[in-house]
């Protein structure tokens, strides 16, 4: 087992109740300050924890590191360097911030060059995303959305139990948490009967997503197989696809998600390791029908994570309206990562590959204003008294992930954006 999981082992470093952070968890980050550029970190309880200063000191000098990976801009060059020598240096974080490690406990010159409480930090996107790919994962809100837009009695579309369906999204306006945005504004046809219009959306939606961050490179014209696909997962983080569903519904047929979904999507800040998630592991869901061989797998690869979603309003009144977990995902990541590249298509270190949205079976696990509203048709109580159809300008939306077993819970910290009005 790595050392860092060890559910026995505790850190000197305060952690509070609840934290998503704890030692077995050493997430991946990127931060700056107002007099440190930016620079990778980790983060135990609400202490981020500056892996450049720590470099620089010698503290890894034994594991056959690039140092310069510690003082870029993003975590993409500390990914290259592979699970051998990423784990590594976990292992060597959660040793010496492990209750017994007296090395920096006892170094106040230290611990004053390496700690920062997290309030006083800017957290940076932390990937150099590359491409980045939106499957289409849930059964549960395949189908919601085949019954809304199309055939209720045909909901889900002949491809779909096939294969993991996707398209290819768009990098550019993928942001870190806490990042505002502004409502979108484009062509929407809110009357069958008239022509278009241009507008702000009207149907401002998240989309509960996990995406996962590719950490190695394929070559092009091979694939990666699902038993070798985790070699290539770095790690996961909350994932918020916007999306305007008046621009979506007039826009997507016939080739698909274009202005409906490219104007945001939010990142939550700490890619958190597959590693870090062993404990989650729980089996993927029965496939019937039986899949083609390159998609199939064994083992557990689907991951027992809760997910929230609130919206919180202008004046601060919080509304919980969705609880779903990870594991209601038809497909799992390993057959994504295999579909993905079955044709040749290549990887690169950086690639980000989000789940989809994640609707579970009952309606409080919807995963999305679309399906919890029922196209508008179910509006959701706030606590001020008012209602939502959809995202109304001055919300906040707030999503939150964790899983918990023998009293260690594994989190990915917030994954929070405000929406402005139009600009
Ligand atoms: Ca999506």
Same mark, same amino acid.
């Not at 062509?187 to 009967?193: A, D, G, L, M, T």
């Not at 809760?306 to 609880?323: F, M, P, Y």
């Not at 038809?330 to 298509?345: D, E, P, R």
């Not at 690169?348 to 789940?355: E, H, I, K, P, Y």
């Given at each position: ?6 559910? #026995?082992?505790?850190? %000197? ?10 030692? #077995? ?10 007099? /440190? ?58 040793? +010496? ?25 800017? =957290?940076? =996107? ?18 919601? @959305?085949?019954?809304?837009?199309? $055939? ?7 491809? *779909?139990?096939?294969?993991? @369906? ?9 942001? @870190? ?9 484009? #062509? ?15 149907? &401002?939606?998240?989309?509960?997503? @996990? ?8 070559? &092009? ?19 918020? $696809? *916007? ?11 016939? +080739? ?10 939010? &990142?939550?800040? %700490? ?5 870090? +998630? ?6 993927? !869901?029965? #496939? ?42 038809? %497909? ?19 690639? +980000? ?10 309606? $409080?696990?919807?995963?999305?204003? =679309? ?30 992930? *964790? ?14 954006? /405000?929406?402005? !009005?139009?600009?």
């Amino acid at each position: 087992m790595l050392k860092a999981n060890n559910p #026995q082992l505790s850190s %000197w470093i305060n952690v509070p109740k609840d934290s998503d952070f704890p030692i #077995q968890n050493i997430p991946f980050g990127i931060f700056k300050t107002s007099n /440190k550029s930016p620079r990778m970190a980790t983060i135990i309880g609400d202490t981020v924890i500056d892996l450049q200063a720590m470099a620089e000191m010698g503290y890894f000098n034994d594991l056959d590191l690039i140092k310069s990976v510690f003082s870029q801009k993003y975590i993409n060059e500390f990914m290259a360097l592979g699970k051998p020598k990423t784990l590594a240096l976990r292992d060597r974080i959660a040793e +010496l911030f492990a209750s017994d490690n007296t090395l920096i406990r006892d170094d106040e010159n230290a611990k004053g060059k390496i700690f920062q409480h997290v309030s006083n930090v800017d =957290l940076l =996107l932390p990937v150099q995303i590359g491409d980045y790919t939106d499957f289409y994962s849930s059964r549960e809100h395949a189908t919601n @959305v085949g019954m809304m837009f199309r $055939d209720p009695a045909n909901a889900l579309l002949p491809n *779909w139990l096939h294969l993991p @369906v996707g398209y290819h999204g768009r990098a550019s306006s993928i942001v @870190v948490s806490g990042t505002s945005l502004h409502r979108p504004k484009g #062509q929407i046809r809110p009357n069958q009967e008239e022509p278009p219009l241009f507008s702000p959306t009207r149907q &401002l939606d998240f989309e509960l997503e @996990v995406a996962f961050v590719v950490g190695k490179s394929s070559a &092009l014209g091979s694939s990666v197989s699902t038993e070798a696909a985790e070699d290539y997962i770095f790690g996961l983080a909350l994932f918020n $696809d *916007w999306s305007a569903r008046d621009i979506q519904s007039w826009e997507y047929v016939p +080739l698909g998600p274009f202005l409906g979904k490219n104007f945001g999507s939010t &990142l939550s800040p %700490w890619i958190v390791t597959l590693e870090a +998630l062993e404990m989650l592991r729980v089996p993927g !869901p029965v #496939q019937d029908p039986k899949v083609l061989p390159y998609l199939e797998y064994s083992g557990k690869n689907s991951f027992d994570i809760n997910l929230d979603v609130n919206i919180r309003t202008e004046k601060g009144a919080e509304k919980n309206v969705c609880h779903s977990n990870f594991k209601y995902m038809y %497909w799992t990541m390993v057959q994504q990562l295999a579909h993905h590249t079955v044709n040749g298509c290549n990887l690169r270190v950086g690639d +980000l590959c989000a789940s989809g949205t994640i609707s579970g079976p009952t309606p $409080d696990s919807y995963g999305s204003m =679309l399906e919890i509203s029922w196209k508008g048709t179910k509006p959701v109580a706030m606590p001020d008294g008012s209602e939502r159809k959809f995202i109304n300008d001055g919300d906040t939306v707030v999503m939150r992930g *964790w899983g918990e077993r023998n009293g260690v819970r594994i989190g990915f910290g917030n994954c929070e954006g /405000k929406v402005l !009005p139009t600009l």
